[in-house]
T-cell receptor, first 116, second 114 residues
Framework: DTEVTQTPKHLVMGMTNKKSLKCEQHMGHRAMYWYKQKAKKPPELMFVYSYEKLSINESVPSRFSPECPNSSLLNLHLHALQPEDSALYLC???????????????FGPGTRLTVL | AQSVTQLDSQVPVFEEAPVELRCNYSSSVSVYLFWYVQYPNQGLQLLLKYLSGSTLVESINGFEAEFKKSETSFHLTKPSAHMSDAAEYFC????????????FGAGTRLFVKA
């Protein structure tokens, strides 16, 4: 099973709402990532978890809050978002052992988020 | 700091014509190089990667890329384009110093015309 699943596929929320994005993998990977991708742009790294601990936070605003409850799950909690946060949010995972920089990242299909 | 430049935002080709998508990188240390492909409404998938050894790497669907250290390039080529190759292609680098951070280029949209 080389699949990363993400739910929901689409999400529309108001600026005062609280919502969560979910990501799941069952490949035994120990590194999980959140990326933000705006239209016609490359993915931008937001967060990296390694062995369920937050390893990288790319100066992301606090209205985005990641959580890694176990080695298979990664959540992104959203609160008080702005319209400019509308984007495709991609989750990825990788082996996460040894030389991390050689890892192939396996991406989910993404959640398309619209903030009204 | 590392950076990746994909020289063409769009590349149109006719079906069965050769394809070249260009990628140059900049880094003060040795790097690993990747090409990812993204089909519409999907996540990215690894196409091929260069870690070490032979500087020419191949994918299972006929693409190949050659690492040229002197030119700091990792261009992606295919001798004959198929309609199914139409997608967005991202070149990416990560540094030998380790860590999880992969830097992606801006992407090249490949259009294949009948």
């Amino acid at each position: 099973d080389t699949e990363v699943t993400q739910t929901p596929k689409h999400l529309v929320m108001g600026m005062t709402n609280k919502k969560s994005l979910k990501c799941e993998q069952h490949m035994g990977h120990r590194a999980m990532y959140w990326y933000k991708q705006k239209a016609k742009k490359p993915p931008e790294l937001m967060f990296v978890y390694s062995y369920e601990k937050l390893s990288i936070n790319e100066s992301v605003p606090s209205r985005f809050s990641p959580e890694c409850p176990n080695s298979s799950l990664l959540n992104l909690h959203l609160h008080a978002l702005q319209p400019e946060d509308s984007a495709l949010y991609l989750c990825a995972s990788s082996q996460g052992s040894g030389a991390f920089s050689t890892d192939t990242q396996y991406f989910g299909p993404g959640t398309r988020l619209t903030v009204l | 700091a590392q950076s990746v430049t994909q020289l063409d935002s769009q590349v149109p080709v006719f079906e069965e014509a050769p394809v070249e998508l260009r990628c140059n990188y900049s880094s003060s240390v040795s790097v690993y190089l990747f090409w990812y492909v993204q089909y519409p409404n999907q996540g990215l998938q690894l196409l091929l990667k260069y870690l070490s050894g032979s500087t020419l790497v191949e994918s299972i669907n006929g693409f190949e890329a050659e690492f040229k250290k002197s030119e700091t390039s990792f261009h992606l080529t295919k001798p004959s384009a198929h309609m199914s190759d139409a997608a967005e292609y991202f070149c990416a680098v990560s540094e030998h110093t380790g860590g999880f951070k992969t830097i992606f280029g801006a992407g090249t949209r490949l259009f294949v015309k009948a």
